[in-house]
């Protein structure tokens, strides 16, 4: 019992409602297969009774009254001597017994009965009356009562035979409806049991395969309760290996999904609500250590501070806000789903992807930016091209527009050992982008051991 539960969960829950189907469709095959055969017994048992029997029975009848026709017809003829209308009904009679006899032949299962008996009986009765009547004249009263009684003889054998086979018929006919009785109650009764037995087994396939789904569903409703309430580990499982097994699966991982997930919002940023420093490192030194290829870049907004002084921290927010949104926007745009977009702090973002996409990433973020960078500028720095300012000295001092300046790191050149090496590789080839007067990427090639300007 219990192997047999096992492989039932261990069916799917489509192939689980099949065999519950499947199941009670063969019991009501098996019990429309026998009641179909019950009643094509009784329609057998029924067609021979009305087929064979009933007009077996109505032929002997008439037969027998064809003969005793016969006989009185026959009798007149003599009695009277000269009456031909007595012949020939005498005769038309016997035609009659000749006809019915040939209905007779034509039912069905008569070769057991004697026919060819009656047939032959019958040709000796016809025999002795025609005799009689070519001999009528020559006839003395005693060869009159010869004849007279031979004719009885055959008469009376042809009327006893045929009421023997009227009698096997009528014995036939009841002993079949009495078979028809029996078969009908043997019948119900079995039709009956084996419904109640189909019945009980549905009902119990139903309970098993509804418990078995039922108790999964609630494990997988308190799995669900236990995510929602910000429990992550020790989740009830469903060792089933169906749909439910496998969606109890994704809960099992999507909860420890959402547990890295929520160790990630921990540490994101508040003015993005971008993953930070602490979920980098985790992503980094997890590609490097699946040595996953992959693109290091390294975001950083020039003259930032210059543009923060002007114009305060509330405006520089609305700025970071903005790279954030172009950054991450530009990323799922690509539909490069491995990618990962951070937040360090400040006006340093980070974005870890393939090397095979970190270029059009770079190009696309460095178009947007450069787009509308001079929205936040008012009217008059717009036009000079830069801010205006002083040192702490009172000495005149000009700020270019903010530019966008991107470190690629890849290890496609080099194996690349931790997050540290990564980030001083970056730092370094930051500075360098930052010399430039424009928006640009660049990447390190360590094989020349020389940092290569892409944009």
């Not at 009764?189 to 039922?214: D, E, P, V």
């Amino acid at each position: 019992m219990k192997r047999a539960r096992a492989r039932l969960f261990r069916l799917t829950i489509a192939k689980k409602l099949l065999l519950g189907f499947l199941s009670y469709g063969i019991l009501t095959v098996l019990i429309a297969v026998i009641a179909l055969s019950n009643l094509r017994r009784l329609n057998e048992i029924n067609n021979r009774i009305i087929e064979r029997d009933v007009p077996l029975v109505e032929i002997t009848d008439k037969m027998v009254d064809a003969l005793l026709a016969q006989e009185l017809y026959g009798r007149r003829f003599f009695i009277l001597r000269s009456s031909e209308t007595e012949a020939a009904l005498f005769w038309k009679r016997g035609e009659e017994f000749k006809k019915l006899l040939r209905q007779m032949g034509r039912l069905p299962d008569v070769s057991n009965l004697p026919l060819d008996r009656l047939r032959t009986l019958h040709e000796e009765y016809d025999h002795l009356f025609r005799t009689g009547l070519e001999k009528k004249r020559d006839f003395s009263s005693r060869a009159l009562q010869d004849r007279d009684g031979q004719i009885r003889e055959k008469q009376e054998e042809l009327v006893q035979l045929a009421r023997r086979i009227s009698y096997d018929a009528r014995k036939d006919q009841n002993e079949k409806s009495l078979e028809t009785l029996s078969v009908g109650h043997s019948a119900f009764w079995m039709t009956a049991g084996l419904s109640i037995g189909a019945l009980l087994l549905g009902i119990f396939i139903a309970l098993t395969i509804t418990r078995n789904i039922s108790h999964s569903i609630n494990q997988l409703t308190l799995s669900t309760r236990e995510i929602s309430g910000g429990k992550f580990d020790d989740l009830p499982e469903v060792r089933n290996q169906d749909e439910l097994g496998d969606l109890s699966q994704a809960f099992q991982k999507m909860a420890q999904r959402l547990k890295r997930l929520e160790e990630m919002n921990l540490d994101a940023n508040p003015l993005t609500h971008l993953p930070g420093s602490v979920a980098i490192e985790n992503v980094l030194n997890k590609r490097l250590k699946e040595e996953t290829p992959l693109a290091f870049c390294l975001l950083d907004l020039s003259h930032f501070k210059a543009f923060n002084d002007r114009y305060g921290y509330a405006r520089g927010n609305d700025v970071i806000r903005a790279v954030a949104r172009i950054v991450t926007e530009v990323v799922k745009a690509q539909g490069n789903g491995g990618a990962f977009v951070g937040h360090i702090g400040g006006d340093d973002f980070v974005v870890v992807t393939s090397p095979e996409w970190y270029e059009k990433i770079c190009v696309a973020v460095i178009d947007s930016f450069d787009k509308i960078v001079l929205d936040f500028y008012d009217v008059e720095d717009r036009q000079r091209g830069y801010i205006q300012g002083e040192t702490r000295q009172g000495q005149s001092v000009s700020f270019p527009i903010m530019t966008l300046a991107i470190a690629v790191v890849t290890n496609q050149h080099h194996r690349l050992q931790n997050h540290v090496q990564v980030g001083e590789i970056a730092a370094e080839l930051k500075k360098f982008a930052k010399s430039f007067s424009h928006s640009t990427f660049i990447v390190d090639r360590r094989k020349d051991g020389v940092f290569h300007q892409e944009n």
